[in-house]
């Protein structure tokens, strides 16, 4: 089973909306990822937490705020977006951090800031 | 910063081979080369990964030579649902995808 959950899969909000996209894994995997995906473009790191501590914050904006509760489930808090940070979000996990553990991604949830 | 290349768009035919290349010259020791296949709207599928020489699984074959500066995925037999975009993944610290080759499988 090499599952990730996402929810949800569309959100509208607006600008000054406070929202959450929520994602879950049960593969054991202690580390978790998010990236954002704009149109006809590769996905782009956002966040990375190791064993429930973030390890990599690539620059982003504190309109997004990351949360990992525990090691099954990654949060990402959204307050005072833009429109052009609509996209596609993506979660993803892998056993670990260090290269030659795979990344499984989830199916992502649409996000359209209004 | 390693940059990574791969063509932009590839097509073929039914039942064709496909072979998509990948130039990632300044990969690390310890690196992974990982490819992906996306669908619109869906998130990127794990397809195969490798260090060194020769992976095979039962979709796919990468292939990689002695200096690791590329990577060549092989699609063999190829059909409609093989359209898609294909990431190359340079598994490194900056987890950083490849541009993406969007594969048009044509009847």
């Known amino acids: 089973d090499t599952e990730v959950t996402q929810t949800p899969k569309h959100l509208v909000m607006g600008m000054t909306n406070k929202k959450s996209l929520k994602c879950e894994q049960h593969?054991?995997?202690?580390?978790m990822y998010w990236y954002k995906q704009k149109a006809k473009k590769p996905p782009e790191l956002m966040f990375v937490?190791?064993?429930?501590?973030?390890?990599i914050n690539e620059s982003v904006p504190s309109r997004f705020s990351p949360e990992c509760p525990n090691s099954s489930l990654l949060n990402l808090h959204l307050h005072a977006l833009q429109p052009e940070d609509s996209a596609l979000y993506l979660c993803?996990?892998?056993?670990?951090?260090?290269?030659?553990?795979?990344?499984?991604f989830g199916e992502g949830s649409w996000l359209t800031v209004v | 910063l390693a940059k990574t290349t791969q063509p932009i768009s590839m097509d073929s035919y039914e039942g064709q081979e496909v072979n998509i290349t990948c130039s990632h010259n300044?990969?690390?020791?310890?690196?992974?080369i990982t490819w992906y296949q996306q669908f619109p709207s869906q998130g990127p599928r794990f397809i195969i990964q490798?260090?060194?020489t020769k992976v095979t699984n039962e979709v796919a074959s990468l292939f990689i030579p002695a200096d690791r500066k590329s990577s060549t995925l092989s699609l063999p037999r190829v059909s409609l649902s093989d359209t898609a975009v294909y990431y190359c993944?340079?598994?490194?610290?900056?987890?950083?995808f490849g541009p993406g080759t969007r594969l048009s499988v044509l009847p």
């Open positions: 993803a996990s892998s056993l670990g951090q260090t290269s030659g553990n795979t990344i499984y």
């Open positions: 593969m054991g995997h202690r580390a």
């Open positions: 937490y190791s064993y429930e501590k973030l390890s």
């Open positions: 300044n990969i690390a020791t310890n690196d992974y």
């Open positions: 490798g260090y060194k």
């Open positions: 993944f340079p598994r490194g610290q900056n987890f950083v």
